[in-house]
């Protein structure tokens, strides 16, 4: 199989559970839910998405032919110096990552001494051996992961509303407001439910708040 990867990179989780992690992004291209063009946007399933994943032109990015050349490239962008073999993450996302990460990507990079992290719209079920799971629904996306460490929704949506998720099997419930020019309102929004519901969490994209990538 050979992967497609827009960009990967070095930074620090900035959302989730894992937030605040030094991790190496690994950002598939494609997705199921938009073309990622522009003017498909208003006919797309998932309409509100803040994330360049078309083509393979960002940095890191390529055309790699073997689970373990893109091991090997997410290899090259850990920090060599001081660190352990169980601190290394990587955070397989998109676009929509399990259109391409199969287990012989995860497999690979288990090989390399990497935390294999996904964070997926849950269309497609997941492989096994993932170490955290994140799963983010969307309005009118069938959901076939249903199971996972982390559900994290973007909120308001109002076909996805967080009653209709919260009976899943996960570990954390997370809640995030949605961003654009209602983050404001947004974020109030989130809070007021959160603090309703102390089931969820409420989740904060920090890593846009303190200007890293």
Same mark, same amino acid.
């Given at each position: 199989?050979?992967?497609?990867?827009?960009?990967?990179?070095?930074?620090?989780?900035?959302?989730?559970?894992?937030?605040?992690?030094?991790?190496?992004?690994?950002?598939?291209?494609?997705?199921?839910?938009?073309?990622? &063009?522009?003017?498909?946007?208003?006919?797309?399933?998932?309409?509100?998405?803040?994330?360049?994943?078309?083509?393979?032109?960002?940095?890191?990015?390529? @055309?790699? @032919?073997?689970?373990?050349?893109?091991?090997?490239?997410? &290899?090259?962008?850990?920090?060599?110096?001081?660190?352990?073999?169980?601190?290394?993450?990587?955070?397989? *996302?998109?676009?929509?990552?399990?259109?391409?990460?199969?287990?012989? +990507? %995860?497999?690979?990079?288990?090989?390399?001494?990497?935390?294999? =992290?996904?964070?997926?719209?849950? *269309? %497609?079920? =997941?492989?096994?051996?993932?170490?955290?799971?994140?799963?983010?629904?969307?309005?009118? =996306? @069938?959901? @076939?992961?249903?199971?996972?460490?982390?559900? /994290?929704?973007?909120?308001?949506?109002?076909? +996805?509303?967080?009653?209709?998720? +919260?009976?899943?099997?996960?570990?954390?419930?997370? &809640?995030?407001?949605?961003?654009?020019?209602? &983050?404001?309102?947004?974020?109030?929004? *989130? %809070?007021?439910?959160?603090?309703?519901?102390?089931?969820?969490?409420?989740?904060?994209?920090?890593? /846009?708040? %303190?200007?890293?990538?």
């Amino acid at each position: 199989m050979t992967y497609s990867a827009k960009e990967i990179f070095y930074t620090l989780q900035g959302e989730g559970g894992n937030v605040g992690r030094a991790a190496v992004f690994l950002r598939f291209a494609g997705c199921n839910l938009w073309s990622g &063009l522009e003017r498909d946007r208003a006919t797309a399933v998932c309409n509100f998405c803040d994330t360049d994943f078309v083509g393979i032109n960002g940095p890191g990015g390529g @055309k790699f @032919k073997t689970a373990d050349d893109l091991a090997q490239a997410v &290899l090259s962008h850990w920090p060599d110096s001081g660190m352990e073999m169980g601190q290394r993450l990587v955070v397989c *996302t998109g676009g929509e990552p399990l259109l391409q990460l199969d287990q012989a +990507a %995860i497999e690979a990079l288990h090989q390399r001494g990497f935390e294999v =992290a996904v964070e997926t719209n849950g *269309t %497609i079920e =997941a492989p096994s051996g993932i170490d955290w799971l994140c799963v983010s629904p969307k309005a009118n =996306a @069938k959901l @076939k992961q249903t199971s996972g460490h982390e559900l /994290k929704l973007v909120y308001p949506q109002q076909l +996805a509303r967080p009653e209709h998720f +919260a009976d899943l099997n996960f570990d954390q419930f997370l &809640l995030q407001p949605m961003d654009g020019p209602e &983050l404001e309102r947004n974020t109030q929004l *989130t %809070i007021d439910y959160c603090m309703q519901h102390p089931q969820w969490r409420f989740s904060l994209q920090t890593h /846009k708040v %303190i200007g890293v990538r």
